[in-house]
């Protein structure tokens, strides 16, 4: 609806033009050429209104409709509109991120599909069309069996047994939240995907639903295998994920215990989004099981790092033989252990306040104060409030607002 708004208002605007010209050859050749150059057209509409207010009407009525439809489009696809604004439509089409191409004709849910982001990781394949935080549409195949030399994998309508599980969703111009439908068989899938450097897989992507979920997608798919991701054939250490850190803390053990035997365990849960992190790593090194602690921090443009990073590069003949440093473990004496808990900050505050209850901690204003308490949680109004034990038989509370809060430091005892 809305596009045939504008379309209208488009044709209007242009009939009245068209209309303007002609009335003005009607006036003589030399006002009709001028009427083709927008600064002597409005000459012409000065000195001839008469035979120009017909044209200008016309072109008048043409706005009604163009405002319209674009503010229809606005609240509905602002998206749509911005790429229609920016010119967007007349540029190439190029791959999403400028990695992926993905080539897939048919439709999800009686809609056209086209996806630009795709990955593979532990078994969830997933394909988004859309780059807000929720897809406008989304195609999820869970429990599929990855393995070295990529994915091959076919199933018919009456396959028995536990097959992957398949969720599409979709989010409607007027809902905030998408809707969602699964089916765990009666579909068609064939898979042929094959592992590309450095973190892609490549191939066929088949899938027929039945009928009533009017969806079908048949063609070529590049999907990412793990939340790395390569700028120019180099990591891009900007991207906030779990295997940037453990791709990063694998090469610093690499280099610092001069051996590529090194098997890193599963990182701890952390909010990857912070700007520094300080981490409790376990690893298998030369056969031997380490444990260390590393603190990573980012730059806004080299982006994640390991603080006190000294190590060279790892040389050929280090490949094969580790050096003596490997043989022996690294054990930090009790007193020089650093703390293994998360480190503390306002934005971890706020959004888990239950792990932090009762404990002791100092806020800093802007204005230089400070405010030491247990913490008691966060009131009704979002601000934080510490207690604090009174000398006699009582206590006292503190609120402060979070927009206040400059600093925050845990108080051991």
Not at 210 to 217: E, H, K, S
Request: hydrophobic share 40%; with cysteine.
């Amino acid at each position: 609806m809305d596009a045939l708004l504008i379309l209208a208002g488009l044709l209007l605007i242009l009939v009245g033009l068209v209309l303007l010209v002609m009335r003005g050859f009607a006036t003589s050749l030399l006002w009709g050429w001028a009427c083709l150059l927008p600064p002597l057209t409005l000459l012409f509409i000065v000195r001839h209104w008469r035979h120009a207010k017909q044209a200008l009407g016309c072109c008048a009525l043409g706005m009604i409709p163009l405002i319209v439809g674009l503010a229809v489009m606005a609240g509905q696809d602002p998206q749509r509109l911005e790429a229609i604004i920016g010119l967007q439509w007349l540029q190439p089409e190029q791959p999403a991120s400028g990695e992926l191409d993905i080539q897939l004709h048919g439709q999800l849910n009686g809609e056209p599909f086209a996806p630009q982001e795709g990955e593979l990781i532990d078994g969830v394949l997933s394909l988004r069309e859309g780059q807000d935080f929720f897809a406008r549409r989304e195609l999820s195949i869970r429990g599929l069996p990855v393995g070295a030399d990529g994915l091959r994998l076919d199933v018919l309508p009456d396959d028995p047994g536990q097959l992957p599980e398949i969720e599409l969703s979709w989010l409607l111009p007027d809902q905030d939240l998408p809707e969602a439908r699964q089916l765990k068989g009666g579909y068609t899938l064939h898979l042929d995907l094959r592992p590309e450097e450095p973190n892609h897989l490549v191939g066929e992507f088949h899938l027929v639903l039945p009928a009533q979920f009017q969806t079908t997608l048949t063609g070529k798919v590049e999907l990412f295998r793990n939340g790395l991701r390569y700028q120019q054939g180099k990591l891009d250490r900007t991207v906030d994920s779990r295997d940037t850190l453990s791709y990063l803390i694998t090469d610093y053990l690499q280099r610092r215990f001069a051996t590529r035997d090194v098997q890193l365990a599963p990182l701890p849960l952390h909010d990857v989004t912070t700007g520094s992190l300080a981490l409790d790593v376990q690893a298998r090194v030369g056969g031997q099981e380490q444990r260390l602690p590393v603190r990573l921090s980012k730059h806004p443009q080299l982006g994640w790092r390991i603080d006190d990073d000294r190590f060279p590069e790892l040389s050929r003949k280090d490949d094969s033989a580790p050096s003596a440093a490997a043989a022996k473990p690294v054990v930090s004496p009790p007193p020089m252990q650093l703390d293994a808990r998360p480190e503390l900050t306002l934005a971890r505050l706020i959004a888990e306040p239950a792990r932090y209850l009762n404990q002791s901690m100092r806020l800093f204003s802007e204005k230089g104060s400070a405010v030491q308490g247990q913490f008691a949680g966060v009131d009704e109004q979002g601000q934080l409030v510490l207690r604090q034990r009174l000398n006699g038989s009582g206590e006292a509370r503190f609120t402060i607002a979070p927009a206040d809060v400059v600093h925050v430091e845990r108080i051991d005892e």
